[in-house]
């Protein structure tokens, strides 16, 4: 059975950083892309971005472009996102997922499992 669970969320000021962690079993690990995605209150979840099975690719949303990076542990079965210069609007819950196949996707179709989630509240 796969599980993902994501940790490192909090509280943090405006311009500060946060590293989130997920750690993954029951899948083998390096063969399969992993994603991150959030969702605000009131809204929808939305694509962060991604990044391959070796980690030497990632892809992302425009809106965390430059301030947001994905890293993995293959050794670790961990994917990363760190997190620079927040804004409130980055205020979401934020989730990890596995894709489906070996290629990373921009859609929620493209996963099959998600971790429970972790909040991130950034205040002004």
């Known amino acids: 059975q796969v599980q993902l669970v994501e940790s490192g969320g909090g509280l943090v000021q405006a311009g500060g950083s946060l590293r989130l962690s997920c750690a993954a079993s029951g899948r083998t690990f390096s063969m399969y892309a992993m994603g991150w995605f959030r969702q605000a209150p009131g809204k929808e979840r939305e694509f962060v971005g991604y990044?391959?099975?070796?980690?030497?690719?990632?892809y992302y949303a425009d809106s965390v472009k430059g301030r947001l990076t994905i890293s993995r542990d293959n050794a670790k079965n961990t994917v990363y996102l760190q997190m620079n210069s927040l804004k409130p609007e980055d205020t979401a819950v934020y989730y990890c997922a596995i894709s489906k196949a070996p290629v990373g996707s921009s859609s929620e179709a493209g996963y099959d499992y998600w971790g429970q989630g972790t909040q991130v509240t950034v205040s002004s």
């Open positions: 990044i391959s099975r070796s980690g030497g690719g990632t």
